[in-house]
């Protein structure tokens, strides 16, 4: 369960990063992603405080059946028991008006004994009322346990048939975009799943000239190949992002610094993917990470050269697994 709310929060975060939104409107889907992972904790937490009651229930239900069962038991012998003496009552009634007066005494404690059967048995009976009444109560509040298990059952088995389904269509979609992008994979390109998204990464030489905004020829076929396969996906996500290394900008240029290059950077790409590919703008969303996001910490030039990248992360969109949560 706890991997399944990891890719669920992943997930959510990801719609959040994936829609081209202001950053107030970031700054709300961040606050609804970190409320629906406290609904998501609640929810478990309740799910198995409901299991434990469901369980305490079930031993308590079953000891006021034994509790029934030997209580009829006991009341059925007390009623054997009471008809045997009502019948020796009767026959000493008899036998006593059949002989002298002088037992009357004896009679009378025939009666008392008597008396004190029909109290026992009596209380008894009350006694298997109440029990019949508490147990029938019981059933009734373990039938509302097991239908609110049964309930939330039904909802998390939901959520993991979606995100089941989630998984099936980012593994697809690497392997689509892996063969139409297979000739490139020997120029500084990978495709791999991170956190229930695929990322395409694509170094600097593939792309640009250093220091450069504009893709060149090589980087344009890669990314035409791309554009297709993400036209065929209509409910995928799209974020290009920007990466540098720490090699600061001198001044008086045209760019500034790294964060200028790694936006600009991202906007091309935007704008050769929409060239060559029938796709909507409202999936694609540009954003620069300048030089601090880098993938190798160390500062040589074979680090440096893996941090100049471009990564483009593709996300399904999560709307199913949003009106689930928000239904609870």
């Not at 006991?74 to 028991?81: C, I, V």
């Not at 036998?95 to 009357?104: I, N, R, Y």
């Not at 000239?209 to 996906?233: C, F, H, I, P, Y």
């Not at 601090?292 to 680090?303: K, L, R, V």
Request: with cysteine; charged share 30%; glycine share 4%.
């Amino acid at each position: 369960m706890k991997s399944i709310k990891t890719i669920v929060a992943v997930m959510i975060l990801a719609i959040a990063m994936s829609s081209c939104v202001s950053q107030r409107k970031f700054n709300e889907l961040e606050a609804s992603f970190a409320e629906s992972q406290a609904d998501n904790r609640t929810i478990s937490s309740r799910l198995e405080a409901v299991r434990e009651e469901n369980a305490r229930m079930s031993e308590e239900l079953a000891a006021l059946r034994v509790r029934v069962e030997r209580l009829s038991e006991d009341t059925l012998a007390m009623g054997q028991r009471m008809r045997r003496l009502q019948d020796s009552y009767d026959q000493y009634v008899r036998q006593t008006e059949a002989l002298m007066e002088g037992k009357t005494e004896e009679t009378r404690q025939i009666m008392a004994r008597l008396q004190v059967t029909q109290e026992d048995l009596q209380r008894r009976e009350d006694e298997l009322a109440r029990a019949t009444r508490e147990m029938e109560q019981k059933e009734r509040e373990l039938n509302a346990l097991m239908a609110e298990v049964s309930e939330k059952e039904l909802r998390v088995n939901e959520l993991e048939e979606i995100l089941q389904r989630q998984d099936s269509i980012v593994e697809s979609l690497r392997l689509t975009i892996s063969n139409a992008l297979l000739g490139f994979r020997d120029n500084g390109l990978s495709v791999d799943i991170r956190n229930g998204k695929v990322y395409v990464s694509m170094e600097e030489s593939l792309l640009f000239a250093t220091g450069s905004t504009r893709v060149d020829a090589q980087g344009e076929r890669a990314l035409s190949e791309l554009a297709k396969v993400l036209a065929q996906n209509p409910d995928i996500n799209i974020m290009i992002e920007g990466h540098t290394d720490n090699v600061p900008f001198r001044p008086g240029g045209q760019i500034q610094d790294n964060w200028e290059l790694s936006v600009l950077r991202a906007t091309a790409i935007v704008r050769i993917l929409l060239k060559h590919g029938d796709i909507d703008p409202s999936r694609l969303m540009a954003a620069g990470r300048g030089e601090f996001h880098p993938i190798d910490p160390n500062d040589t030039p074979e680090a440096r050269r893996k941090n100049r990248r471009t990564e483009i992360i593709l996300t399904p969109q999560l709307d199913e697994l949003f009106r689930i949560i928000e239904s609870r």
